[in-house]
């Protein structure tokens, strides 16, 4: 049995892992440092404040997409990304996804190539 993984699945993978460890170190040192996490976040002055909002447009556009595009494909689970976007982080999560998605795709090449052949 094939495990349905491509190239873009595997670079999807790695990313989703690095955005998992790149955030959650901060994460970890806000908690550590005993910080008030959205306080530093939205009173950071102009310059965070549009990341903040660079970065929560971004991740309404990728829940959007997540769902769309999970609908068509037939993807199950879907609400489980958006969730875990908000635990841990959405550069973890919509590169998993996104990874997901290239399998669900390659598996789909792969039954109609083999549909297709001659028995």
Do not use: K, Q
């Not at 959650?24 to 965070?48: K, Q, S």
């Not at 689970?77 to 997901?100: D, E, K, Q, V």
């Amino acid at each position: 049995m094939t495990r349905h993984w491509n190239s873009r699945a595997v670079v999807f993978g790695v990313l989703a892992l690095v955005g998992l460890v790149g955030t959650w170190t901060y994460n970890a040192l806000a908690i550590i440092e005993r910080r008030d996490f959205l306080g530093d976040w939205f009173a950071g002055g102009p310059a965070v404040s549009s990341l903040t909002t660079d970065l929560l447009v971004m991740a309404v556009a990728g829940c959007a997409f997540i769902v769309i595009e999970g609908r068509r494909l037939g993807m199950r689970h879907l609400w489980a990304y958006i969730a875990f976007s908000g635990l841990t982080a959405i550069a973890f999560t919509f590169p998993l996804f996104l990874m997901n998605r290239e399998r669900m795709l390659e598996r789909r090449r792969t039954e109609a190539a083999s549909a297709a052949a001659p028995a």
